[in-house]
C-alpha cells in the first residue's frame, strides 16, 4: 500500500482502535484454532464484519476486512524480511527495531517501505505471525540492547546480503510460499550479526540459532 492516497484512505478507515480490533479478533480465534495456518476464508470476512459491527460505529465490507488483512499480511512479511536480512536489534517498549543510522539507510535504499519500521516499529508483531502461521524471527528479538554495533566489515557484509536479497516481497493471499526468505523454520536462519560474529566481537546468540 505505497499509494498515499491508499495510505491516507486506510488510516480514516481504521482508526479509533478498529486496526487493533481486527488484529485481536484474528488472534482470539488463531489461539481458538478457529483459523489455522493463516488461511482466512471468505466466510471468516463476513465474520469479521459482524464482529466489527457489534464492536464500533463504523460500517465496513467484507472487501474492506480482506483487504486490511492483506496489508497486515504484507506488514509482518516485510518486517520479517528486515529483521532476518540484517540482525537488527528490538526495542521491546517500542516494539520496533534498532541499529545505527547508518545500518537503516542501506536497508532503506535497498527497501523504501522500512522506514515505516524505523519511525513506527510493529507493536502487533508477534500477534500478526501469530495469525498468518509464520515463525517470528526469535533470535533477533531477543537480542541485547547493549550488543556491539555492527563492525565496518559487517556493514559491507551487510550491504552485500541487502543487495542480493532486498527485493520486494510477493503479496499473495495463497498462504506462504516455500521459497520465500523470510518464511521458514528459525532453526535455519541466523540473525545477520551472528551469522559473522568472530574473535572479539563475538556475541551471545539468545534464543534459535
Same mark, same amino acid.
Given at each position: ?14 482508526d ?8 485481536n479478533?484474528?488472534?482470539?480465534? !488463531? ?35 480482506? #483487504? ?15 529483521m532476518?536480512?540484517t ?31 524505523? !519511525? ?7 500477534e ?17 540492547? !547493549?550488543?556491539?554495533?555492527? !563492525? ?31 518464511? #521458514?523454520s ?12 568472530? #574473535? ?10
Open positions: 500500500m505505497d499509494d498515499p492516497n491508499e495510505v491516507i484512505r486506510d488510516l480514516l478507515l481504521w479509533d482502535g478498529m486496526e487493533d480490533a481486527l488484529i479478533f484474528l488472534y482470539e480465534d !488463531t489461539i481458538a484454532y478457529r483459523l489455522r495456518g493463516g488461511k482466512i476464508t471468505h466466510n471468516d470476512h463476513f465474520r469479521l464484519v459482524e464482529r466489527l459491527l457489534g464492536y464500533g460505529t463504523k460500517k465496513f465490507n467484507s472487501e474492506q476486512v480482506k #483487504g486490511k488483512i492483506a496489508h497486515l499480511k504484507r506488514r509482518q512479511r516485510e518486517l520479517t524480511d528486515l532476518r536480512q540482525g537488527l536489534g528490538w526495542d521491546p517498549n517500542r516494539k520496533a527495531p534498532m541499529t545505527s543510522q547508518e545500518h537503516w539507510e542501506k536497508a532503506i535504499r535497498v527497501r523504501n517501505s522500512f522506514k515505516h519500521f524505523k !519511525t513506527n516499529g510493529c507493536p502487533r508483531y508477534e500478526l505471525c501469530a495469525i498468518f502461521g509464520c515463525s517470528v524471527a526469535m533470535g533477533t528479538l531477543h537480542r541485547a540492547l !547493549t550488543d556491539p554495533t555492527p !563492525t565496518s566489515d559487517e556493514e559491507d557484509l551487510l550491504d552485500e546480503e541487502l543487495q542480493n536479497r532486498g527485493g520486494p516481497s510477493p503479496d499473495d493471499e495463497g498462504g506462504t510460499s516455500p521459497h520465500s526468505p523470510m518464511y #521458514g528459525t532453526q535455519s536462519r541466523r540473525p545477520f550479526s551472528a551469522s559473522y560474529s568472530s #574473535g572479539s566481537h563475538q556475541r551471545q546468540r539468545v534464543g534459535p540459532s
